[in-house]
């Protein structure tokens, strides 16, 4: 994809997040404190702990936006950056932070490195947009891996795919709490049209994997983002990953059926 410019930023190496997405973090490792209190302006910094103007962390004082990574930040890896979304809750020891986060954007790590006073992971990045003419143009003339299909097939296929695996999860009671995929997609908005290959595949990968997780996806975040600038491949991952666990859903609601009700039919007769 292409660039939107770029920029320096303190990075949180805990978890993959897509754009969208929000996480909770319950911050306490004083390089992380100090982190998010700058992102937030919150100046006075841990007791004992200032750090001289030429070391600040890397990105705007204030500007309420840092990365996040699945793996500490090495060139050529993707993530994404955050916003802090509402005010942080701090403890009155003010060692324990409480943070929600959201997913804006998608970056490329140039460079990665420990800064050494505090043992923060800093990195110099490229933001990448989310949907690049360029990865479509052609696409109708490229052969797939075998099956033929191209990143324009993949796109347009997305939206039964995603709906199979949905009906899968609400059949199967799969969700942590009732309502939790309606919330998800409200977080996320709509899925983008299906032109816009890459960013239907993050919205894809986001869906299968929400925060907090359903338990039944494989996780493909990272490999997601690690495939930027390949929208057919990103495509190709969510497609296969959502076939694959609508799959062992729908085994799983067949055993349990088996199981389940002859127990059922067995205590009822041994009742009358």
Known sequence: GGGEGTAGLGVFVLDAILPGQMMDLNVFERRYLEMVRRCLDDVPPLPGYS????EE???ERGGRRFAMMGCVPTEGRYGTEVEI???ARENSAGNRMLVRVRGV???EVLDGHTDNYSGLWEASV???TDYDPGEVEGAEERDGDGDGSTVQELSRDLDDTLARWEAAVLSGGWERRRGQMDRVRTSLGPLPDHHQCAARALWAAALLNPLPGLGVAREIRQHVLDATGDAREQ???VSEAAEENRR???EKARFARRV???VVVSVVVIAV
Not at 51 to 54: F, K, L, Q, T, Y
């Open 260 to 262: 389940f009700w002859p």
């Open 57 to 59: 962390i890397l990105g």
């Open 105 to 107: 954007r998608v970056f």
């Open 85 to 87: 979304v509402g005010d």
């Open 235 to 237: 495509l190709r991952i």
């Open 126 to 128: 490229r933001y990448v």
């Open 51 to 54: 750090r001289p103007a030429e």
């Open 248 to 250: 062992i859903m729908v």
